[in-house]
């Protein structure tokens, strides 16, 4: 039974969080970037419309290169309890918010658009480190499975 979670594990939970923001960002990014491109263009500025179709497409091949990076780089480091899909459900709503709280800043308040970006990763990131360990089940007894004596003694 996990009864504590190291640091390190910590850690990388909480930038496994940030690539779950980039792996709910890449979709979003390839629906929204064909929809303004076809609309702008409708709108009769072609040009425009293909550029802003085609670099939309590039952030989310960026946000997805990104995800795999951080994926492979940090799972194996979190791997221990990760694996339990309350983590990745858990992760993958820390980072939900944090995608939400990203888009408010950068779309509806005035403030130099590193600060909404570096902002929301920072908190889902110290959110991820703040949570992880304390997953559903980590810690209760009943949610573990219970060997019987007799198989033990064999072995």
Sequence with gaps: MIRRIDPVGRLAYGVLCIAAMAALAAPLLLVISATAGI???IDDDVSKGLLVW??????AAFAVGLFFAIFYTMWPLAADW???WGGYALGFAIAGVG???MAVLVFFIDMPLY???ILPMTGTAAA???IAGRLAG????AAQPRIPARAIRRR
């Design 39 to 41: 609309v702008i263009a």
């Design 54 to 59: 085609l670099l939309g497409w590039a952030c």
């Design 82 to 84: 990760v694996i339990e």
């Design 99 to 101: 995608l939400t709280v």
């Design 115 to 117: 600060l909404a970006v």
């Design 128 to 130: 991820g480190i703040a």
């Design 138 to 141: 980590l810690g209760a007894p």
